[in-house]
């Protein structure tokens, strides 16, 4: 073996590979440790956004910009420091795979219509009044409100209220770009009108655990939006019973034709975890992108602590240990990458054995810029 390495090291090897990367040919015996890693190792690092630092960059740009053809949105997404390299703009990677945004609709505005093939979903976090139009179906939305846009369908926003509109978006762009799949299409005539009654697929399905017959065949969206009321009354439900040792009290969202993840391409949850209650740390092949909905606490990550409140959003990338703290009772929403892992059988999860299933904390999360 020392002689291997030796041999490895040794300037007739070096040579060579110097020799064929000037043929763009690349050398396996040198790259297979960093990019055939034992374990994952994502370039993407743990990080979080302060809810105080999302507002007042939302509000410049309402100041500068509006959601006109062109720039499309007014979006301000989340880039991973990790993945900076990418280029162009960092493949706009929130994970490897996920991207992340906060979006502000002002009252008046609209945002024209357009598909693509990135899925999205939307989480409203501030303010009501506003709608989105999915395919000809106008969705008024609320705050705590889920909504759909799976790929291909096309959607736009308009604002009719009297306050401003916040909601987090989440696509998997940096997945689509990656395995070059990208077609987008703007809407000629700007915002799509409805076709079908406001709030339509919301009214057919008000029943929550049944589905109107006929809709068992598979349709990509049949429920547009998924409201907080009932959001709310299904983790009350559950707190009938002890919390989950690793999630407290969580639910996905899902496809009431399948039974499946909401989009096809990213999983969806929200969780209730009670003041105090430390969950176990565990690590799992999926990225998360969280939003603290409600509450403070905070979470380690990899041995790190970041201390999160109400607004602030942050990142697990694969395969980093996490665990939570809530220092009073919290709403955490979440994106994850488990339906993009479980299409190629890669998802797997450990949970941590030692120091009862909690990790050591090491340090604390500091923002560069502050
Ligand atoms: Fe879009």
Known sequence: MAEMNEFMSSNVV?????????????????????????????????????????????????????PERGGERRA???????????????????????????????????????????????????????YTIVEGER????????????????????????????????????????????????YEEGLQQPNV???????????????????????????????WSRTEDAIKGLMNFDPDSINGFAIEYINPTTG????????????????????KAIRHTHSTIYHAFKGSGYTVINGVRFDWKKGDYFVIPNWAWYEHFPAEDSYLFSVNDIPIMERFELEKEEKMESNNGYQKVTGEFKADFR
Do not use: C
């Open 14 to 66: 070096k040579d060579f590979t110097k020799d064929i990367q000037q043929y763009n040919l690349g050398p396996l015996w040198e790259a297979i440790p960093e990019v055939m890693n034992h374990t994952p190792k994502p370039q993407a690092i743990p990080y979080l956004w302060s809810s105080e630092l999302i507002e007042k960059k939302l509000m410049e740009a309402a100041e500068i910009f509006t």
């Open 76 to 130: 301000i997404y989340f880039q991973n420091p990790g993945l900076t390299y990418r280029k162009p703009w960092g493949w706009v990677s929130t994970t490897q795979s996920l991207y992340a945004a906060v979006q502000l609709l002002l009252p008046g505005e609209e945002a024209p219509s357009h598909r693509h093939t990135q899925s999205a979903l939307r989480f409203i976090t501030d303010g009501d009044g506003a």
């Open 139 to 186: 969705v008024y939305m609320q705050e705590g409100d889920f909504l759909i846009t799976p790929k291909n369908l096309w959607h736009g926003h308009g604002h009719p209220g009297d306050k401003p509109m916040i909601w987090m978006d989440a696509l998997d762009i940096p997945t689509i770009y990656g395995i070059g799949g990208t077609f987008f299409e703007p």
């Open 197 to 227: 009654p406001d709030n339509f697929s919301e009214l057919r399905y008000s029943g929550g655990m049944v589905r109107p017959v006929g809709d068992d065949k598979f349709s990509v969206a049949p429920l547009a939006n998924y409201k």
């Open 260 to 279: 499946k993840s909401a989009n096809p391409t990213m999983g969806t949850r929200m969780q209730f975890l009670p003041k105090d209650f430390h969950t």
